[in-house]
C-alpha cells in the first residue's frame, strides 16, 4: 500500500516514514505544500497524510486539490485543536486527524482504520 507523508520537520518526517515502513507501507515523503502536490499529480497513493501548516501549500489547500482528483482518504496532523479548526477540517472532508505530539503507534492504528474504512467503500 502506497501512503503520501506531507510533513516538512525533518525528523518527525524521518521518524513517521520509518514507523510506517516498517508496518509494510510503501511511503514517499515531501517536505512542503508544492512538493506534495506534484506526488499527488504524479502518483496514485491509497492514503495521504498531510500535516496542516506547510510551506508553499497548506494542508489545506492541498486537501481542496485532493478532492477534486477523488476520494482518497487523508489524515491531517496538526496542533491545531480549537473549534474553528476542527470546523475547517470538517468542511474540507479529511477523513481523520491527529493532535501533535503522538505516538507512531497510534498513528499506524488510523492509517491502518482508514484503509479498511476506504476498501469497504
Known sequence: M???LV???PETAKVLAKGLSEASYS???AVNGM???RFIESGKYELIILDVMLPGLNGWQLLQQIRKLGETPVLFLTTKDGIEDRL???EL???DYLLKPFAVSELV???RKLLRRDQGR
Open 2 to 4: 502506497r501512503v503520501l
Open 7 to 9: 510533513e516538512d520537520e
Open 27 to 29: 511511503v514517499d515523503v
Open 35 to 37: 512538493d506534495g502536490r
Open 88 to 90: 475547517r477540517d470538517l
Open 93 to 95: 472532508h479529511e477523513d
Open 109 to 111: 492504528k488510523r492509517v
